[in-house]
């Protein structure tokens, strides 16, 4: 499969201040890519480097299997985005509004414009004006204007922000369905990752600007399962327990001391006996799941404890 989205060794330093340090980022053509950080994680200045609103310190990148200052500025013209909030005239409509950037871009075909909106459902207001709109009618011409120019990459950052739950469910809707009928590759940020849950095919977890780890949504699926959480004093003693006295071998230790079990149907008397018997002291067993905001945390937790 086609890698959309490359990256060597990514740094990018403002001052003595290091966002991004050595972010190795692959995306390949037909993903959306859920892009998981908390604020200063370095996913809008990431995503603005891939959009040449930003420069990189060191590293490199490829898109769309360019690397050359002049091949990315050609190859852009095939790239859709929207960084932060775009900018619209307030007194014109949004069909004037589409109009100005497709002529300024020098994108050819006027009915461009009428095919983007239709695409997200805003053709029958095309003649109101853009400061009489919702705001989830404003973040959908946001991504109106993204698709000018029928892009083979969108690169959306926070496309969901401030909408309320019926306006998330259109733009997620309209995301899968881009994806899935024009295969258009997708990467794109949120902190509402239970909306990336239902959206994304693989994921990267950035924080304090470096990549922590790339995974499918299957691999994430197999990980965000029940658990049983054992709280004791000596776990890494309780861990070997576990494998050699009852065959549990599927379980993390988290950087707490607390041990997530996640083998099928485990036995908590059995595990209260076993630890009890060894002198190990039990203080509590809990059954639990792991969704995308815990995972992440767990992982985070892992890095500070490095």
Same mark, same amino acid.
């Given at each position: 499969? !086609? ?15 290091? /966002?991004?340090?050595? /972010? ?6 037909? =993903? ?12 809008? $200045?990431?995503?603005?480097?891939? $959009?040449?609103?930003?420069?990189? $310190? ?40 589409? #109009?100005?950037? !497709? ?16 695409? /997200? ?7 109101? %004006?853009? %400061? ?22 969108? @690169? ?15 733009? !997620?809707?309209?995301? &899968? ?14 902190? &509402? ?5 239902? @959206?994304? $095919? ?19 699926? =197999? ?8 709280? /004791? ?9 576990? #494998? ?24 908590? =008397? ?37």
């Amino acid at each position: 499969m !086609r890698e959309v989205i490359k990256t060597f060794n990514l740094i990018k330093k403002y001052g003595d201040s290091t /966002v991004l340090n050595k /972010v190795n980022i692959t995306v390949k053509q037909g =993903e959306i890519y859920g892009l998981v950080g908390d604020n200063g994680a370095g996913k809008t $200045t990431f995503l603005r480097i891939l $959009t040449g609103q930003s420069n990189l $310190t060191d590293g490199s990148f490829e898109l769309l299997s360019k690397s050359t200052d002049k091949d990315l500025m050609n190859v852009r013209k095939r790239v859709g985005s929207i960084i932060e909030n775009p900018s619209f005239y307030p007194n014109m409509t949004l069909e004037n509004n589409l #109009e100005y950037y !497709r002529i300024q871009r020098g994108i050819p075909g006027k009915e461009n414009v009428d095919n983007v909106l239709k695409k /997200v459902n805003l053709y029958e207001a095309k003649k109101k %004006k853009f %400061k009489y709109i919702s705001l989830g009618m404003k973040q959908r011409l946001g991504l109106a204007l993204a698709l000018l120019g029928e892009p083979e990459l969108l @690169i959306l950052d926070e496309p969901i922000n401030g909408l309320d739950p019926s306006g998330i469910k259109e733009i !997620r809707n309209l995301l &899968i369905n881009l994806n899935r009928e024009k295969n258009i590759t997708i990467i794109i940020s949120s902190h &509402i990752l239970s909306e990336l849950y239902n @959206i994304a $095919t693989c994921y990267g977890f950035l924080s304090k600007g470096k990549l922590i780890e790339e995974i499918t949504a299957e691999e994430l699926n =197999e990980r965000c399962k029940s658990y049983l959480e054992i709280n /004791v004093n000596n776990p890494k003693k309780l861990s070997v327990l576990l #494998e050699e006295k009852l065959g549990y071998k599927d379980y993390k230790i988290m950087p707490n001391g607390l041990i997530q079990l996640f083998d099928k149907a485990p036995i908590s =008397e059995d595990i209260s006996k076993l630890a009890i018997s060894n002198g190990i002291a039990l203080k509590g067993l809990y059954e639990k799941s792991v969704d995308l905001e815990n995972y992440y945390m767990s992982l985070i937790g892992g890095v500070k404890n490095d």
